[in-house]
């Protein structure tokens, strides 16, 4: 049965370079899934940069709308799946004008598809609540849709780090948080 595993950070956090470390220590078979769309030369230049960086026996998918059946294709070839990034994923559904309960939905699907599956899914995403109100709709619209997607991951995910400034913090192992409330 496969783990999943939700890496949160902001932008620079460390996030990726955490979450590649977890995929090559647990893995000789790593499939690697990109969602972004690069639509301007500086998103094409960070795209070939995070290529760079990844190990050549590495398997990358692009993928930038359907996450479940991919998973369902590769979830039994591989020891790993990392994606990165899903925030990027929700961006690409809004902009085609996707809701949120059809992109949770889809993350349900995705999930089940991994769990049932022998790979370990580690899951890059973007913490993006801890900032300031967006002014515009679209905006708020993304940050409160990664928010409930992030909350519905953390809960089925086995491990949730969060890397601030290049540390990675464990707020979940093994299924057990620490639990701060009152």
């Not at 890496?7 to 996030?15: E, H, I, N, Q, Y």
């Not at 070839?77 to 902009?95: E, V």
């Not at 049932?116 to 708020?140: F, M, T, W, Y």
């Not at 601030?164 to 464990?170: D, F, L, R, T």
Request: include cysteine.
């Amino acid at each position: 049965m496969g783990k999943l595993v939700l890496v949160l950070g902001g932008a620079r956090s460390g996030k990726s370079r955490f979450a590649a470390s977890l995929a090559s220590a647990k893995s000789k078979r790593t499939a690697f899934v990109a969602t972004c769309v690069p639509a301007d030369e500086e998103m094409k230049q960070r795209v070939a940069q995070h290529r760079s960086s990844r190990p050549k026996s590495w398997k990358t998918f692009e993928e930038p709308e359907d996450l479940a059946g991919l998973i369902a294709k590769i979830k039994n070839d591989f020891d790993c799946i990392l994606l990165d990034c899903l925030t990027l994923w929700i961006s690409n559904l809004l902009l085609k004008g996707h809701d949120e309960d059809g992109m949770h939905n889809k993350i349900q699907k995705m999930v089940s598809c991994a769990k049932n599956g022998k790979a370990h899914l580690v899951i890059v995403s973007n913490e993006v609540g801890s900032g300031i109100v967006p002014e515009h709709k679209l905006g708020r619209d993304f940050r409160d849709v990664a928010g409930r997607i992030h909350q519905f991951l953390a809960h089925e995910a086995c491990d949730v780090y969060l890397v601030v400034s290049g540390i990675p913090y464990a707020i979940k192992k093994n299924g057990k948080t620490k639990n701060y409330s009152l």
